[in-house]
């Protein structure tokens, strides 16, 4: 998930992106469908599990739009200083042409018989007459210079105007995404709420972790950079679960990935889907430490291997970063950076 940031007016945005908003926030309205108890004859730790896994999904498409908001930022910041830029060289060529116009105004406005009928010397008249031609081409060219100028400005300032007005809808759907991973979260905590003392615990102990799953081999880390992202990632244990963060004092799973590996000199994707593509995709029964395993369908969810059939993650609200079973819920796939 991504980290709060400040909100302000990849490239291209163009219909794809228009629609890439819309879906996110069509994600977020059916997110916010689900009831705030537990479904008739569900179990309430099973709904809380639920919740959570839907507060994930929310919390990873919050982390996108909040990513492209970021994006749009900086292209409407770069669009503001071309503007700027452009409009310094239309005034300096207006100045230019004003320049050029007193100039021939004082070489000689006159129409040329006239100006020929009052010279004293015909041969004053014809250097005056060649000056006043050059100036004139030369204006010519300035003035076709500032039509295409000014053409560029205004185009910089229509791309201006469309970044700003995707980067609005963005902003809403940031919104709507932040209110839809709260509102799943308050459901979980008012079921976890309703349960006895130690069940709660008993439940905190045993989400997400001992469900098993395929032999995974031991072994060293693929290469220098994973392990020290496996390193730093071991470093974060304990460390806070905190929607939207990625760190260092709190994470949410994408977050850790992000911040293990950036530790390691390597940029990743702010999302745990985008993430599943930043490398090689391998085989879970030949992961290495370092290599992402990604989970759910949707790829929703992402932890890092460490060998020894384990992932460290950022499980959920009130868990801590931790190790568990790299088959504690269904392998989506494993990438390795």
Request: hydrophobic fraction near 35%; charge should be positive; glycine fraction near 10%.
């Amino acid at each position: 998930m991504g980290s709060h940031r400040r909100l302000e007016p990849s490239p291209g945005p163009g219909r794809g992106t228009t629609v890439t908003v819309g879906l996110l926030s069509a994600a977020a309205a059916a997110l916010g469908a689900v009831p705030a108890t537990a479904a008739p004859h569900e179990d309430p730790r099973a709904a809380v599990d639920r919740l959570y896994e839907e507060a994930e999904r929310a919390t990873e498409a919050y982390n996108k739009a909040d990513e492209r908001a970021d994006t749009l930022r900086g292209q409407v910041n770069a669009v503001r200083d071309e503007i700027a830029r452009q409009q310094e060289r239309v005034n300096t060529m207006r100045e230019s042409l004003g320049s050029l116009a007193g100039a021939q105004y004082r070489s000689g406005g006159l129409d040329p018989s006239l100006a020929l009928l009052f010279s004293d010397d015909p041969e004053d008249y014809l250097e005056r007459a060649s000056v006043l031609d050059r100036l004139t081409a030369r204006q010519a060219g300035e003035l076709r210079a500032l039509r295409e100028a000014v053409r560029s400005l205004d185009q910089d300032r229509a791309e201006a105007s469309r970044k700003l007005g995707e980067l609005d809808r963005s902003r809403k759907a940031v919104a709507a995404h932040k209110k839809t991973v709260e509102r799943k979260l308050a459901q979980a905590r008012r079921l976890l709420d309703t349960l006895p003392d130690d069940e709660r615990a008993a439940h905190g102990r045993s989400a997400r972790s001992g469900r098993g799953g395929p032999p995974v081999p031991d072994g060293a880390a693929a290469s220098g950079r994973a392990a020290a992202a496996v390193a730093a990632a071991r470093s974060a244990l304990g460390k806070p679960y905190v929607w939207g963060a990625n760190g260092p004092s709190g994470f949410d799973c994408s977050g850790l990935m992000q911040w293990s590996y950036a530790q390691a000199g390597i940029a990743l994707p702010r999302t745990s889907q985008a993430q599943r593509h930043a490398g090689t995709q391998v085989p879970l029964d030949q992961a290495r430490p370092g290599d992402l395993v990604v989970y759910r369908p949707d790829g929703s969810h992402v932890g890092m291997y460490t060998g020894n059939g384990q992932v460290i993650h950022a499980p959920y609200p009130g868990a801590p970063v931790r190790y568990d079973p790299v088959g504690m819920m269904p392998v989506s796939s494993v990438t390795r950076v």
